[in-house]
């Protein structure tokens, strides 16, 4: 069965960082897109960033350019964020997702697999 498992949420300052994990299992997601997305309450879930197996396909949301980071260690399964500069419209539930194909897609329709989710709560 697969499963992707987030963690690195938490509570944080303005100003401050957090790094977002994210495990898969189940199955090798080695020449997968993956992304991060998220959602706030009250607003739909929106994209932060796609990227695909290799890293050179990748699109970062305009809200985030400059200050959020992917990476991928595919020999690991594992796919991380690194949220920098975190700012209070960042708060919102993350979630890691999959494709099952390599194309790359900033719609979360074309995502198949998904995880449950870490809370980001940026304070001001």
């Known amino acids: 069965q697969v499963q992707l498992v987030e963690s690195g949420g938490g509570l944080v300052q303005a100003g401050g960082s957090l790094r977002l994990s994210c495990a898969a299992s189940?199955?090798?997601?080695?020449?997968?897109?993956m992304g991060w997305f998220r959602q706030a309450p009250g607003k739909e879930r929106e994209f932060v960033v796609v990227?695909?197996?290799?890293?050179?396909?990748?699109t970062y949301a305009d809200s985030v350019k400059g200050r959020f980071t992917i990476s991928r260690d595919n020999a690991k399964n594992t796919v991380y964020l690194q949220m920098n500069s975190l700012k209070p419209e960042d708060t919102a539930v993350y979630y890691c997702?999959?494709?099952?194909?390599?194309?790359?897609?900033?719609?979360?329709?074309?995502?198949?697999?998904w995880g449950q989710g870490t809370q980001v709560t940026v304070s001001s």
């Open positions: 997702a999959a494709r099952r194909g390599s194309s790359v897609y900033t719609s979360y329709s074309y995502y198949d697999y």
């Open positions: 990227s695909n197996w290799s890293g050179d396909r990748t």
């Open positions: 189940g199955r090798s997601f080695s020449y997968s897109a």
